[in-house]
């Protein structure tokens, strides 16, 4: 009774590498974001490695995150780097005025950063204040973290305890500038963008890739300005996406208990993200077609009326199967797009938003977003490769109607052929014939995420709930047949 479904991998006609950074997260001063779901400070009884949090660190490793944008996000045009180094006990308490109106203790800055980048083995993703702050604040800023002279800047840097330079592979001159950073006009962004980076300077070595700050939604606008008028100095144009289950900024839709109208229509949205990227780098092939500036999804996710009950400026929300098939539709987007899209970070990495993780006191659980990521890590670094669907049945509710089957494939850094698969259809599971030029497999191993209800997730006292489980397939008379379950994420590695 599945629908039958064909599946063509071009194995002998590489694409382009799929940037690793395309799982890079985002950690912002928000909420429980960063203080108590990362941050415990070096005196807590929750175990830690000088401050940073051993478990969720533990569980972060395990995703391989190749990168971490810091401190924001909004807070990044309102954060002043100098309160953020020195002894914690003299920093100055300020008002986080865009997330709840709490204090700000300063508890981690710049240093602690670091020390959780390292912790992570991952990379800093600094993004600058240009929206509060002066030019000369921001390119002192750099010059703390990257210089390697004898400057009072950077001797402050090693009296603060750090010897060698930071390492700033990637800076951005402030954030959503259309919006919370300035309400500014894409020209006057463009010109003073230009303005910062002229001051912007650091050894060649350690000069970062510098991002502009783009637009969001449908507008290409931000693009098309940026990359005519920006011709130096510019390595990537960011852009902002948030699926929401309505559609509408009053009344999102909840993280638990939707219906079958909500499933459909945060998936439909999703999906948008496709077109949104097409668009944009229609816009960036005119302006830039040599490639040289990249389009970097800088946040992205889905954004879900708060729980019941908590702060509404700390952005706190559940994490359904819902999440994990939205994670992978994106990720097999990004894939489709690497020529152009080199970075997105998830917003955000714990307690806020579309979280990997959630934390209560010392407990802590892993969400089904977290286990798509985890499923996902071949594809970091790997080469795409074509693939085409024949006869994939559309899921369709009332008005609505997406693809039932959303896949993509790539060679790994490992040699193996990796395959990804959505189904989206909550309601009827798909049977896959597979065929692979250039190449011949007589089985598929893996894991599939998948539950009995929409909305399953993990909780407390029940934080296995939903995790992947084995998936297996074997050829038979020279046939390799893949049985999806309805609502499903399954990622395999094909055998010969
Ligand atoms: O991720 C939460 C917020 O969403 C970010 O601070 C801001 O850039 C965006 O509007």
Redesign the pocket.
């Known amino acids: 009774d599945a629908p039958q479904v064909q599946l063509l991998i071009e194995a002998d006609k590489p694409g382009v590498v799929i940037n690793k950074n395309i799982y890079g997260q ?1 950690a ?1 001063h ?1 909420g429980t974001g960063i203080y108590e779901g990362l941050w415990v400070g070096p005196k807590s009884k929750t175990p830690n490695t000088r401050g940073w949090r051993n478990d969720v660190v533990g569980a972060l490793k395990k995703l391989q995150v190749p990168l971490v944008r810091w401190p ?4 990044a045009d309102e954060y002043h780097w100098r309160d953020g180094i020195g002894p914690r006990a003299k920093r100055p308490v300020k008002v986080n005025t ?1 997330w709840g109106g709490v204090e700000e203790s300063n508890a981690v800055g710049t240093h602690e950063f670091f020390d959780l980048i390292d912790l992570l083995g991952a990379e800093a993703y600094v993004n600058g204040n240009l929206g509060s702050g002066s030019v000369q604040e921001m390119s002192e800023w750099l010059e703390y973290m990257s210089s390697d002279s004898k400057s009072t800047l950077a001797n402050l840097r090693r009296q603060n305890g750090r010897e060698q330079p930071f390492k700033v592979p990637y800076f951005a001159v402030g ?2 500038a259309w ?2 950073g300035g309400n500014m006009t894409p020209e006057h962004y463009a010109d003073l963008y230009k303005n910062a980076v002229s001051f912007l300077k650091t050894p060649e070595k350690s000069k970062p890739k510098f991002i502009a700050s783009g637009g969001n939604d449908h507008d290409t606008k931000w693009t098309d300005v940026l990359s005519k008028s920006i011709t130096w100095n510019i390595d990537a144009i960011s852009f ?1 996406y ?1 699926t929401i289950p309505t559609g509408k900024w009053e009344g999102k839709g909840a993280a638990t208990g939707f219906g079958e109208q909500e499933w459909i229509s945060t998936l439909a949205n999703t999906l948008k993200l496709d077109q949104m990227i097409a668009n944009n780098k229609a816009v960036l092939d005119r302006n830039d077609p040599k490639k040289k500036i990249g389009f970097y999804v800088d ?1 992205w996710g889905t954004w879900y009326d708060v729980e019941p009950g908590s702060n509404p400026g700390f ?1 706190f929300q559940q994490n359904t199967l819902r999440d994990a098939v939205v994670a992978a539709l994106n990720f097999n987007i990004f894939h489709a797009h690497a020529d152009r899209v080199q970075m997105t970070n998830i ?2 990495m714990v307690n ?2 579309q979280a990997m993780i959630l934390t209560d006191g010392d407990k802590m659980l892993l969400t089904p977003t977290y286990h798509a990521y985890e499923m996902y890590v071949p594809f970091q670094g790997a080469t795409q490769l074509p693939l085409s669907i024949g006869n994939n049945p559309a899921y369709t509710l009332g008005a609505t109607s997406v693809p039932g089957l959303s896949a993509s494939a790539a060679r790994a850094k490992d040699g193996k052929v990796y395959l990804s698969l959505v189904n989206s259809n909550p309601n009827q599971a798909l049977e896959l014939n597979l065929v692979v030029n250039g190449d011949s497999f007589s089985a598929a191993n893996g894991r599939v995420l998948t539950a009995a209800t929409m909305d399953a997730r993990n909780s407390f006292n029940s934080p296995e709930a939903i995790k992947p489980q084995q998936f297996k397939a074997k050829a038979v008379d020279g046939k390799l047949t893949l049985r999806v379950p309805a609502k499903a994420v399954v990622v395999l590695a094909l055998e010969r």
């Open positions: 985002f912002e928000l924001g996000g909004c807070f865009n954030n959503e919006g919370c902002h948030y946040e952005l917003a955000q806020v938003l």
